[in-house]
């Protein structure tokens, strides 16, 4: 049975920083390509970083290059997403994905 558990969020100050993890069980996880996607109220799901499965080659959204960082350690099946520098428009639900398989959401709410 695959599970992804998301850990990390919460509520943070404008400019503060949050980690998320997520990590895998019952899949082969260095085999798969791990990204962050993210919903906020309203808004469509968009993807926020992606990884590939050597952890070599990344790609960001726009909107969070320079400020997010993925990475992933697959001996602990783990992939994280450090943000920094947060923004009110940083709110949303983020969800990891490993391969086709999809965490159950993490809330990340920026505000004073």
Same mark, same amino acid.
């Given at each position: 049975? =695959?599970?992804? =558990? +998301?850990?990390? $969020? $919460? ?6 920083? @949050? ?6 069980? $019952?899949?082969?996880?260095?085999? %798969? ?10 808004? *469509? !799901? +968009?993807? =926020?970083?992606? @990884?590939?499965?050597?952890? *070599? ?7 969070? /290059?320079? !400020? ?7 001996? /602990?099946?783990?992939? %994280? @997403?450090?943000?920094?520098? @947060?923004?009110? +428009?940083?709110?949303?639900? %983020? %969800? ?5 398989? !999809?965490?159950?959401?993490?809330? =990340?709410?920026?505000?004073?």
């Amino acid at each position: 049975q =695959v599970q992804l =558990v +998301e850990s990390g $969020g $919460g509520l943070v100050q404008p400019g503060g920083s @949050l980690r998320l993890s997520c990590t895998a069980s $019952g899949i082969t996880f260095s085999n %798969y390509v791990t990204t962050w996607r993210r919903q906020a109220p309203g808004k *469509e !799901r +968009e993807l =926020v970083a992606a @990884l590939n499965t050597a952890g *070599e080659s990344t790609n960001y959204a726009d909107s969070v /290059k320079g !400020r997010f960082t993925i990475s992933r350690d697959n001996a /602990k099946k783990t992939v %994280y @997403l450090q943000m920094n520098n @947060l923004k009110p +428009e940083d709110t949303a639900v %983020y %969800y990891c994905y490993v391969g086709p398989w !999809r965490g159950q959401g993490t809330q =990340v709410t920026v505000s004073s």
